[in-house]
């Protein structure tokens, strides 16, 4: 074979098996699905942060999680990606907190930023194989965030 062929083959042989390719496609899938179900309530309440933002911010997290635990990266390591993923995803969060001009003074997108940062958790669990964590964090989620949030719109009536 061609030295050349054989070093792209390299660079593609970061997924030994089968299985284990299908488990990385499945756990990202699954990342992006859940982002999408928060991002779709948060949609659906007419906010811009949406279905798209939600779903990358859960598949990047996944992601920079999934590589280095297929990888056999030791925990501790690992433990510090997840600490640059929240802190990233906190100046993520920033960039949508907005205190507009005005007589009520009243900051806006702490929800947004908050399901932000939630979402990428989301993420995180997913890209370790917390499956049924991440499934059971998204629907208390989407939960809080429609009936909470119904329940408020009505107290402020």
Known sequence: MDAGWSLVLDDFGDIPTVAEGVRMAVRLAIAAALGGLVGWERARAGK?????THMLV???SAFFVLVPVLDGMAHADVSRV?????TGIGFLGAGVILKPDGPDGRI???TTATGLWLTA???VAVGLGR???AVIGALM???ILTVVGSVERRHRR
Do not use: D, H, Y
């Open 121 to 123: 958790a989301l993420g």
């Open 108 to 110: 806006k997108g702490l």
């Open 48 to 52: 811009e942060a949406g279905i798209r």
């Open 82 to 86: 997840i600490q640059g993923i929240a």
């Open 141 to 143: 989620i989407v939960g």
């Open 58 to 60: 859960a598949l990047g």
């Open 131 to 133: 499956l049924t964590s």
